[in-house]
């Protein structure tokens, strides 16, 4: 009886000092998390300050660049904590808008048909780009299905 008391006792003993772990490692993240949330907003801060010397379309792109670097490190970040194949997708996304944004940027410094054939090679490269993160996700949502077993059928 003395035996199986003490063996509850260190069960419950174990199972506190998980919690408290869990805890104390569930606030590392939250205050890391956060550090490189502070980090990122910094790092625009910074960039965009050095757009203000800058006039014209040199300062759209510089504007834009520096805009599309903060929302790839805020879906790399999302991604990092949470790396779900969602927020994977969102991390290509980003980039990929953030290269059309910038590119489109610098078109606006051309004039007329360089302009508009800038634009849409631009434009082009935007779409090759999410017609291609929408086949990953695809081909990685299939093969997740295959893996569990699942089978889901779509009739109209």
């Known amino acids: 009886m003395h035996t199986k008391l003490l063996?509850?006792?260190?069960?419950?003993?174990?199972?506190?000092?998980?919690?408290?772990q869990a805890?104390?490692?569930a606030s590392t993240d939250r205050k890391a998390r956060k550090a490189e949330?502070?980090?990122i907003n910094?790092?625009?801060?910074?960039?965009?300050?050095?757009?203000?010397?800058?006039?014209?379309?040199e300062k759209d792109a510089c504007e834009a660049d520096a805009k599309g670097k903060e929302n790839v490190a805020k879906a790399e970040l999302k991604a990092k904590y949470d790396p779900t194949p969602a927020?994977?997708?969102?991390?290509?996304e980003a980039k990929a808008e953030h290269q059309y944004?910038?590119?489109k940027e610098k078109c606006d410094a051309q004039r007329g048909k360089e302009e508009s054939a800038c634009e849409k090679d631009a434009k082009?490269?935007?779409?090759?780009?999410?017609?291609?993160?929408?086949a990953k996700s695809a081909s990685a949502s299939s093969e997740r299905k295959a893996?569990?077993?699942?089978?889901?059928?779509?009739t109209k």
């Open 87 to 92: 927020n994977q997708r969102k991390v290509a």
């Open 7 to 20: 063996s509850i006792a260190a069960a419950v003993a174990l199972a506190f000092a998980g919690v408290a």
């Open 42 to 57: 910094a790092e625009y801060k910074a960039d965009k300050a050095k757009c203000k010397e800058m006039k014209g379309n």
């Open 37 to 39: 949330e502070d980090k």
């Open 23 to 25: 805890q104390s490692t």
């Open 101 to 103: 944004k910038v590119a």
């Open 124 to 134: 082009a490269q935007y779409e090759k780009a999410k017609a291609d993160i929408k």
């Open 147 to 154: 893996g569990t077993g699942s089978t889901s059928s779509t």
